[in-house]
């Protein structure tokens, strides 16, 4: 059965501090890996990878894929109060449906 | 360009009652799925449905949850008899194409139903 697990489940830092979240999986066939967040409503899309070793990076926000390994790491530098959500992952395992990990809950701290 | 509109934002029912969730995905996405969120748990698939076809209701439970996308209109998604296991937040999703094939999912803002 495809899974995707992500760790930690929860998350306090401070402001300006860096995180890293995790995200590992197993799947039959892997098309991509997708990276959202969710605060009070619809999770919104931040990155999606396909290639291993290849950073997707948007401002403070930057992901990295490892297809040998099977794992995704998320990080975020210099947080900001703005960025507490639930961080989720999720696979695309060529079926057609995403199958999402448990969700990271980050909390920043002023 | 609207994107996924979700209606209603909150349904309370009683046990027993039926609720029903609308979907209408963006424009142009012909790709529709239902995920279900239970507080501290991350989005669960339910179903995977194209126009007027299921593609996969390998999440659905077996009873009482139905849903379908008709040609003219928004995706339905049903539940009847409700108990209040089925208290959750309810999203939606639409693509362009099956899956994450060159365009991520793009959701809701999600229907949460309260069974009392």
């Known amino acids: 059965e495809d899974k995707v697990v992500q760790s930690p489940l929860s998350l306090v830092v401070h402001e300006g501090d860096t995180v890293t979240l995790n995200c590992s999986y197993e799947?039959?066939?892997?098309?991509?890996l997708l990276w959202y967040k969710q605060e009070k409503k619809a999770p919104t899309f931040l990155f999606m990878l396909t290639s291993s070793g290849i950073e997707k990076k948007s401002g403070r926000l930057s992901s990295i894929l490892d297809k040998k390994e099977l794992f995704s790491i998320l990080n975020i530098t210099a947080t900001q109060t703005g960025d507490s959500a639930i961080y989720l992952c999720a696979v695309d395992g060529n079926t057609g449906k995403l199958i999402f990990g448990q969700g990271t809950t980050l909390q920043v701290k002023p | 360009n609207a994107g996924v509109m979700q209606n209603p934002r909150h349904l309370v029912r009683r046990r027993g009652q039926e609720a029903r969730l609308r979907c209408s995905p963006m424009?142009?996405?012909?790709?529709v799925y239902w995920y279900r969120q239970l507080p501290e748990e991350g989005l669960k698939f339910m179903v995977y449905?194209?126009?007027?076809?299921?593609?996969?209701e390998s999440g659905m439970p077996k009873e009482r949850f139905s849903a379908e996308f008709p040609k003219e209109g928004p995706s339905i998604l049903r539940i009847q008899q409700v108990v209040r296991g089925d208290s959750a937040a309810y999203f939606c999703?639409?693509?362009?194409?099956?899956?994450?094939?060159?365009?991520?999912?793009?959701f809701g803002n999600g229907t949460r139903l309260t069974v009392t």
């Open positions: 999703a639409s693509s362009v194409q099956g899956g994450s094939y060159n365009s991520p999912l793009h």
């Open positions: 799947v039959t066939n892997f098309r991509s």
């Open positions: 424009k142009g996405h012909s790709h």
């Open positions: 449905l194209q126009k007027e076809n299921i593609i996969d």
